[in-house]
């Protein structure tokens, strides 16, 4: 099991940046990880990891993660006293991904649905249905 520690993960901007997402804490069974790099609470991208393993009733585990992209809203100085108004949230882009695994599966069984989702956000209906709202016809 790994420990929890930082996660890095570059953005698609025209020169990458890498993002170093921190450690928050973990509550029950999920990790919990933000960008504090902005300096605004309200507006910390967040990664969330957990891992459901099989019990009495279910033989499978469940490995999820869940990134949010929060976007605030565009503040402008338009207050009579002229202060700077707090910053707001506009929305969140969410992204979740859960994986079932049966516990009988084997580690290359593992490798391959990995491999097949990595593959799967990198390929062009995935990328096209996600960046430009296209659906597939």
């Given amino acids: 099991m790994p420990a929890i520690g930082n996660i890095v993960i570059n953005d ?3 020169t ?9 804490g973990i509550n ?3 990790a919990s990880y933000a960008d504090r790099a902005s300096g605004i609470s309200v507006g910390y991208p967040r990664i969330t990891a957990s891992l459901v393993v099989p019990s009495k009733g279910s033989k499978l585990y469940k490995a999820r993660f869940k990134i949010v992209l ?3 809203e565009n503040i402008t100085n338009s207050t009579m006293s002229g202060v700077l108004p707090a910053p707001t949230k506009a929305y969140d882009l969410t992204a979740d991904m859960t ?15 990995m491999a ?5 956000l990198a390929d062009a209906v995935s990328t096209a ?3 430009t709202n296209a ?3």
């Fill in 12 to 14: 698609n901007e025209s």
């Fill in 16 to 24: 990458p940046v890498a993002h170093t997402f921190g450690p928050v």
């Fill in 28 to 30: 029950g069974a999920v």
């Fill in 70 to 72: 929060p976007v605030l």
């Fill in 99 to 113: 994986f079932i695994l049966p516990e009988r599966s084997t580690l290359q069984d593992r490798k391959n649905i």
């Fill in 116 to 120: 097949f989702a990595k593959n799967l």
């Fill in 129 to 131: 249905l996600v960046e």
């Fill in 135 to 137: 659906n597939i016809y």
